[in-house]
């Protein structure tokens, strides 16, 4: 076989399923045969021509799937094997990833640093809405999936648990703590499922849709608010006693829910934000404390790497919480344009969507 | 002696030398005879009115002096002893205090924690612009000066280093950060000093004022920018390469630094705000990588107490820099009117002020 | 009244029930009325007088009551409001306690560090067996415990609780952690607990007793190692694959366990120890990998304060666990030395005794 | 030319200059012609027969020189470019390095982790002391040097200063910490350095040659002992007033400074330590306070790869030390030899050796 069906962006509205030739493997590469993959918020952005992609380039940056063929220098594996990989892939050996920030990989040109460089899968390079696709620094990406769990199981630590867990690690969560997430979409969920496993001892979820907040019970919140019927601010306020919560996550990317996330803070606490904005930001005076209230803003994008992997399968494979249960719905690779059309209007309180070649 | 001389804020644009009586020790407190005190920035936003405080407050928040009369719990010091306090004086023992963020101290009502409920000389109780000032929860307080320490070199420790050195700690520099620092006033210089003292390699100070520069370079800046020369953000872009620099402190409070301290930072740096701001922020969208740039911002408030202080005043001791320096003037607390209008006007090159009743 | 029961240490090998006069309040001091403490094995290294104490001392740590008195310049209490205290009773206003490590200590005089310092109550003061205890530093230990929990329920808090979540948080656990516990007795099963709530995806619970280990389950532990039956050390390396645990909490005191605990970290894991040891220990050269390893060994003194015990009983509001099932014994204070007696022997699967007034 | 001078271990005692081929620059791999090098505390212990390598080995692990030829896979350098690496050259995309310990990089057969495995130079692989030596993994480990440094300058850099600073780094310095450093051998000396770099006010110097101490008093060192004159934990008690230091580093592999090193510390410290020791250690029970002293003993290896030299050249660049001086003599390659018989018996003060091929 020579070809391969890919889902690709068109233009503004438009992601269409063609016939690609398959990739050339190159020395630090490996090809992988997706067996699942999934449509996220961010790939929405892009058909909506809100994030902008190049004509023609396969969308997707979650891959479960099985190692086809590996590059001359990628050791350590053998093909056949199941395999995932995060949604970003750095190389790790860039300035940038030895500095701490590998989701910030510039490359070897340069200082190393690039904001989002890390992110390749459906962004540069090809992604995985396809029946394979081309890891990049394969030798650093490609994570075996433990025998005995499914692709579905999986599926959301390529992006999904990975962005939400990194929402609670980068809040700094202590044992005791009382965590606010704003938006019960899979991130916030994940994000929820976080700061419980980070210790938080109540848990507040915030969304507008009740069958969102009854699955964010499952993932570890104590307490759910509907801000279609309270006023969000007031009652966290009135919940804590007037202190304010340690730390707030944000997981919708607005400047309403960013907001609230600040205001809902105690003097000390850390708003923790992972969502993708699309405006300038208002940071209010008094929410600020007019900068004297030892409060941290902290941004968080996705880690990858084959080691992240490794610990987020190994969560999934505890059984701490059924992250399985977030796939609502399954399609075939050949009724993605349907799938798209179902996620991004989110009807019939679709989740995640496995997407099957 | 039953009265004393006090600073005190009478109306917008008016503080007033007044005969007030000396103030009754409770079991916690210690009275201090002050024999050196300053005049800070914030106190300058008092008598404009734009910080309200109390009609007949006695102003002023950083006092060296004397210990005149003891409370009756206060253990482990002897009347006759040198002392300074921080500026900012938490009770150490409440909620708030015994979390991590005693500047947020909220005293033993309710949960503990108000924003800046540390700080109190000058703002919710009398402060050190005066004869005397009373220090509450003198035991987690006082700071004894060791032998050979002027007055001049120990002023900088209530506020100002503390406060300069929170802006490096906070920013998180390790060993062969490039830093810059945004403003160059004493906490400023204060805050490049601090970053020296971190580690950074290459720190880059900003000001308006060729003097403050040059001063600069004697607390730690490597390379100094005039903002009214050159453009800071594009000059420190091209002198990192394209990079960014590893973290950013603003130490001024306004929109255009805290926006230039952002968009000098490389993905994954942090900006490190120690200006107290007096309108809402905006953050660009662009600078902040629409939430996707793993970076921080952090707020610091002057942290305090006994132990803060001793280490600052080991830092003076160790003659690392000379922070007696930052005084360029010397004035009676008599002439203390006169005292605020050179510094609230900025004249003669000055920096700090010492006030000697 | 002006009389109470007091347990108090008489002779190695002798707590004996005692008439003491109820003591008095100070400024800073509360009185409290105990409904419930209990048996901790420091008080078995008392009561064997390995850990040497003033004769006709009151014995015990671990305070749950009643509010009887306040002193002069506690505030924020009421009478008959029902509280804890942590088994540490630090000042948190000395030099030591500002400079984060208040378990040791050290007051006013001096310094301000003392090893082990902040520990007072059956140690350098009355403790908890008793009627009656004072609380020292009451603004800053008395916890109020929240509606709804039972004696029971926060009895663990004070001590077992508090060392063994603090055990697992020096272990510096991060999402995916495969952690060991060494020893599951009260300490080792809370830090089984502390490592669940931290993320630990992977939890070996190591111990002698099959009972213990099964309580462990309960607890968070994934895996139990009886090491009467395997050799625990080549076991955990064949559980890892050879890698090693990230972390190793040592909750007894042994060299035989801190060295496991040591021969079975990665390389760049770290040994938490808990345990209180009574000879010197030996660090295997191989086992230390001559000091190039990037380990670390941390130990943890059990952290007290309102804040910390505030945050303990959250814990244990929000059902995470069941803390409560740690009692598994209640007897009269009448009777305590027949506690001790059950208690210092281990006989019928005790762990906690609840001792009532 | 095909062949080459390099200095192989032969037995025990006889490290001989020999000819050997040039090697084979594979993929990922970089050619680099030496133009500096030196000889190493370990790689006496090599010649000792302390520390086994292969029979042919070339020893070495600090090399600086210019790219001779670049492997395919090897982007971002230009032939001829002039280089340093990292004693420790890590793949950086194992799941060791990836978990944050690079050092310890067990490659990607297994788990990724093998104790010290960073570590290849002159240890697994042929090292530097050689007319040319191969850098693997170049792409992640050769770090430019910047314009007007000379050989002499960076020469501390590949694993001295890294070493050094790591010991300061991992000891959690604060500004206006205490410090001990136990041995002023060059990684002592900048251990001493990374101290101050770090923001120690009071940094104690101690070795038992007197013109060590004076070179340390260059690199930031307040205070010096010589533990001939002084009985050094008694005197450091003295100093500080019976509090002891905030953090120990021990900088030589004994016993007895490790001892020392605890014996100073403050309830609540650090010891950190760096020393290569050959015998098992024994923690006394009393400087170990039982286990209770909030105690963290933490060991580091040498950093490695292009950026951490990329910031240790910067601080050399920056001129806050001169680090330049510690290369006391220059030998040529082809004097290896006599070179080896200096440094081993550290006779004529000799610090750290120039080898020139």
Chains 1, 2, 3, 4 share one sequence.
Request: proline fraction near 5%; aromatic fraction near 6%.
């Amino acid at each position: 076989m020579t070809t391969m069906k890919a889902a690709v962006f068109k233009a503004p509205g438009r992601i269409e399923l063609v016939d690609k030739p398959l990739p050339q493997v190159g020395p630090n590469d490996a090809l992988v045969r997706i067996t699942t993959t999934t449509i996220c918020g961010t790939d929405v952005h892009i058909l909506k021509g809100e994030y902008p992609v190049a004509t023609g380039l396969t969308i997707g940056h979650e891959p479960v799937g099985v190692i086809e063929q590996l590059g001359s220098n990628v050791q350590g594996y053998v093909e056949g094997q199941r395999v995932i990989a995060g949604a970003i892939c750095p190389s790790f050996t860039s300035y940038g990833c030895q500095d701490g920030v590998p989701s910030q990989d510039g490359g070897h040109v340069g200082h190393g640093y690039k904001p989002m460089g890390g992110w390749r899968f459906g962004n540069t390079i090809d992604g995985t809405q396809a029946d394979y696709v081309l890891v990049p620094d394969a030798i650093a990406n490609l994570a075996p999936v433990p025998d005995g769990l499914t692709d579905e199981q999986v599926l959301m630590c390529p992006d999904i648990m990975s962005t939400g867990f990194a929402g609670a690690e980068a809040a700094n969560i202590r044992i005791g703590d009382i965590v606010a997430v704003f938006a019960q979409g899979p991130i916030g969920l994940c994000a929820t499922a976080g700061a419980k496993l980070r210790g938080a001892s109540l848990i507040i979820a915030v969304d507008g849709v009740d069958e969102r907040l009854r699955i964010s019970r499952n993932m570890g919140a104590d307490v759910t608010l509907n801000f279609r019927e309270v006023d969000v601010v007031s009652e966290i306020l009135r919940i804590t006693g007037g202190r304010g919560v340690d730390a707030a996550v944000e997981a919708l990317g607005l400047q309403s829910t960013f907001e609230s996330a600040l205001r809902v803070l105690k003097p000390g606490g850390t708003l923790s934000s992972l969502g993708v904005y699309s405006s300038d930001l208002t940071i209010p005076l008094g929410a600020f404390h007019a900068g004297l209230g030892d409060n941290k803003i902290v941004t968080s994008l996705c880690p990858g790497g084959k080691e992240r992997m490794r610990r987020l399968m190994n969560v999934v494979a505890s059984g701490r919480d059924d992250f399985g249960a977030l796939v609502t719905h399954t399609y075939k690779l050949d009724d993605i344009v349907a799938a798209y059309d179902l996620f991004a209007n989110q009807r019939d309180g679709v989740l995640k969507i496995a997407i099957k070649p």
